[in-house]
Structures are given as structure tokens and as C-alpha cells.
């Protein structure tokens, strides 16, 4: 395969094009499949680490611990309403109506907020808008990309509704 660089066209190895197709796999950004060049939508854990890398409170502390704080008690809210989403708890969050404030790392603290709403029982549709809206705001994620993909340790318990409900109707 050829690839233009600078002054000229480099030459790039099967082994290496195949590395960099991990990569991007890895990061949510691969552009092609079976079909042609499609846009893959983006993975939740992908974006939840990068929108982490430019909200972390250690990071923040020299700059603003006031801000440092806040995010710090925000992660902990956050990180409570997303373990109960994921892995083996069996449950639904509680019905919560709340807006979650963090300052994102830049040249300045830029406040983005992040609107959460559910009813205590199946809110992956409503979570997935709360944390797109969120992604968006952060600049995480471009306008017009695909919706979000949470992987699948997240929403276990719709799942085993519908594999309930499935066997319940055989």
C-alpha cells in the first residue's frame, strides 16, 4: 500500500496496515467495513475515557482545586448511576432528574453540563441521548457522527429480560 508522505509516496506493510486498523478499531474511529467506507459509531467506554483524560480532578487541582472538587464529588454521582448499569447488579438505576455540571481541561475551565433522566427502569435510549448531548458539548464527539454504542457489559439486565421473555415465549 502507498501512502503519501511529505515529499513523496512510503510504502506501509500488510503487518502494518493491519496494526493500524486495530487501532483505530480500538479507538472507534474505523471508517470501513464489507460494504465500503462507513463511519463506525462510536464506543461509550472510548468516549467516556477521553471525556475522563480532560475532567480529571488530579489534573484540574493545580489550575482550580474549587473545580477539582466539584468534579471529583460529580465523578463519584456519575460513576454510581454507571455501575448500576453495568455489570452483574441486576438493576435499573433509580429514577433520577438531575443536572451534573463538569469542567473540562483546555485553555480555560469550560463548564459542560450533563442531563440525566430516568424512571428507574430500561433508560439506555434516554442515557444514550444525556451522555451524546454530553460528548458533543465537550467537543468528544462531531456533529453528525453515528449514535453512541455502549459495549456490552452495560444494560445487562434488558438483556436478560429479553432472553427471559424470549424463552417465556417458546
Not at 474549587?66 to 456519575?78: I, M, P
Not at 454504542?149 to 424463552?167: C, I, N, P, Q, S
Amino acid at each position: 500500500m502507498l501512502l503519501w508522505r511529505g515529499r513523496g509516496l512510503a510504502t506501509v506493510s500488510r503487518a502494518q496496515q493491519r496494526k493500524r486498523e486495530a487501532l483505530q478499531r480500538l479507538r472507534g474511529t474505523s471508517k470501513q467495513t464489507a460494504d465500503g467506507p462507513t463511519e463506525e459509531a462510536p464506543r461509550f467506554s472510548v468516549l467516556l475515557k477521553q471525556l475522563y483524560k480532560r475532567t480529571h480532578p488530579d489534573l484540574l487541582r493545580s489550575r482550580c482545586a474549587v473545580s477539582a472538587d466539584h468534579n471529583d464529588k460529580q465523578w463519584q454521582v456519575l460513576n454510581g448511576i454507571l455501575s448500576s448499569v453495568r455489570g452483574d447488579a441486576g438493576e435499573y438505576p433509580r429514577a433520577i432528574s438531575q443536572t451534573m455540571t463538569l469542567y473540562l481541561l483546555g485553555a480555560t475551565l469550560e463548564p459542560v453540563q450533563l442531563r440525566i433522566q430516568t424512571a428507574g427502569g430500561d433508560c439506555k435510549r434516554s442515557l444514550t441521548k444525556s451522555f451524546t448531548d454530553l460528548f458533543l458539548s465537550a467537543k468528544i464527539l462531531q456533529p453528525g457522527q453515528p449514535e453512541i454504542v455502549f459495549e456490552e457489559d452495560y444494560f445487562r439486565v434488558a438483556k436478560l429480560e429479553e432472553a427471559g421473555e424470549d424463552a417465556g415465549e417458546k
